[in-house]
T-cell receptor, first 117, second 115 residues
Framework: DTGVSQDPRHKITKRGQNVTFRCDPI?????LYWYRQTLGQGPEFLTY????????KSRLLSDRFSAERPKGSFSTLEIQRTEQGDSAMYLC???????????????FGPGTRLTVL | AQSVTQPDIHITVSEGASLELRCNYS??????LFWYVQSPGQGLQLLLK??????LVQGIKGFEAEFKRSQSSFNLRKPSVHWSDAAEYFC?????????????FGSGTRLQVQP
């Protein structure tokens, strides 16, 4: 079990540029989550996948944000036309739940710190 | 909607002293409750979780938490703090019985440990 990994760990970009982050969940975890954390705050939920299906999206996920999990394994989060307000830590988590009841536990990766200049 | 309040933004304790971090939640049904710890620039590490059953939950690194439904609280405790415990601690609530998977986090408590 290698844990959740995220790439890159740090990204500095100029306003208006597009950025893409990658998350590799714990192997065989069927659920994958994206959160955003700004300085001094707790993580805020962005979106969630079960296998390849995106089942839930937060209102925080504006039209400039898109997430995919094409084969039900790794996921990408893309931000188009970045704004300074997008500067934050983007956290990925994964969990495994085979049944319909939800007692699954989310395990987090190290995060990608985005700085928009 | 669920919410979490961590009333203490910053706590300082001496090494070897006991610790209690407060967490109050708001949720209409039985919550799923979690404590995570985050070191600077790092992701979140799960300390412990409560889903049901025994209201006193043991976690890693000598931490424990007690679920008190009547007080809507899930406070984290440790009998003797070590310098390595200095970090930010987040309480989170999940609403798994509704089918929603998102966790709602508090704003965190930063723990400083004095030698």
């Amino acid at each position: 079990d290698t844990g959740v990994s995220q790439d890159p760990r740090h990204k500095i970009t100029k306003r208006g540029q597009n950025v893409t982050f990658r998350c590799d969940p714990i192997s065989e975890h069927n659920r994958l989550y994206w959160y955003r954390q700004t300085l001094g705050q707790g993580p805020e939920f962005l979106t969630y996948f079960q296998n390849e299906a995106q089942l839930e999206k937060s209102r925080l996920l504006s039209d400039r944000f898109s997430a995919e999990r094409p084969k039900g394994s790794f996921s990408t989060l893309e931000i188009q036309r970045t704004e300074q307000g997008d500067s934050a830590m983007y956290l990925c988590a994964s969990s495994n739940q085979g049944g319909s009841t939800s007692t699954d536990t989310q395990y987090f990766g190290p995060g990608t710190r985005l700085t928009v200049l | 909607a669920q919410s979490v309040t961590q009333p203490d933004i910053h706590i300082t304790v001496s090494e070897g002293a006991s610790l209690e971090l407060r967490c109050n939640y708001s949720y209409g049904a039985t919550p799923y409750l979690f404590w995570y710890v985050q070191s600077p620039g790092q992701g979140l590490q799960l300390l412990l979780k409560y889903f049901s059953g025994d209201t006193l939950v043991q976690g890693i690194k000598g931490f424990e938490a007690e679920f008190k439904r009547s007080q809507s609280s899930f406070n984290l405790r440790k009998p003797s703090v070590h310098w390595s415990d200095a970090a930010e601690y987040f309480c989170a609530v999940g609403a798994g019985d509704t089918g929603r998977r998102a966790l709602t986090f508090g704003s965190g408590t930063r723990l400083q440990v004095q030698p």
